[in-house]
């Protein structure tokens, strides 16, 4: 079945880089994702990879894939305060997008 | 319109009551799903919509949910006889497609007292 696990809590500096990763279990995955959760908000998508690829980048998000180990991570550079949130990661399989998330790991991002 | 809307955007109700909670997807979007997030979770899958038709409702907690989109795009979530347990922010989102993402409402924070 699907599963999908994150650590839930992160602290970091403002400038410093956050690493958020995750591990999933259905090697059919087809999609990964991070969504970004701010307080009272729905959910945002930040960032997608395709299962066949190892990296994305977008300005300061950086996705890696380890396929082999069925782990994701999102690195984010140069944190500020604003990016203090939840963020999801999810995981889709099949060809209509029904997207499995993790619990969430809470980002605190330290002036 | 130009984001998922949902409504209400705060619902109390009576434990054995009946609600309805409604969602607006982007328009032109085929794909409407909806999930459910209680605190500290992520969101958990209920069902999703491909057109007028519900394609997969395996996420439906009990036959109490019932969901529906008559004319394939405005989506009606409905929970008969509400428990305490159903407390939760019921989540919208629609899709373009595969590989898209989705985008999310606000979401619906019900609260079953």
């Known amino acids: 079945g699907e599963d999908v696990e994150q650590s839930l809590f992160l602290s970091v500096r403002e400038g410093d880089s956050s690493v958020i990763n995750c591990t999933y279990t259905?090697?059919?995955?087809?999609?990964l994702y991070w969504y970004k959760q701010e307080p009272g908000a729905g959910l945002q998508l930040l960032t997608y990879?395709?299962?066949?690829?190892d990296m994305k980048q977008d300005q300061r998000l950086t996705v890696l894939l380890n396929k082999k180990d069925k782990h994701l991570s999102l690195r984010i550079a140069d944190t500020q305060t604003g990016d203090s949130a939840i963020y999801f990661c999810?995981?889709?399989?099949?060809?209509?997008?029904?997207?499995?998330f993790g619990i969430g790991t809470k980002l605190q991002v330290i002036p | 319109g130009a984001g998922v809307s949902q409504t209400p955007s705060n619902k109390v109700t009576e434990k054995g009551k009946y609600v309805e909670l409604r969602c607006d997807p982007i328009?032109?979007?085929?794909?409407l799903y909806w999930y459910r997030q209680s605190l500290g979770q992520g969101p958990e899958f209920l069902i999703y919509?491909?057109?007028?038709?519900?394609?997969?409702d395996s996420g439906l907690p009990n036959d109490r949910f019932f969901a529906v989109r008559p004319e394939g795009s405005v989506s009606t979530l409905k929970i008969q006889r509400t428990e305490r347990g159903d407390s939760a922010v019921y989540l919208c989102?629609?899709?373009?497609?595969?590989?898209?993402?989705?985008?999310f409402g606000s979401g619906t924070r019900l609260t079953v007292v």
């Open positions: 259905d090697s059919s995955s087809t999609y």
């Open positions: 989102a629609s899709s373009a497609g595969t590989g898209h993402g989705y985008t």
């Open positions: 328009s032109g979007h085929t794909a």
């Open positions: 990879i395709f299962s066949n690829m």
């Open positions: 999810a995981e889709s399989t099949g060809g209509y997008q029904k997207v499995t």
């Open positions: 919509f491909q057109g007028t038709g519900a394609a997969d």
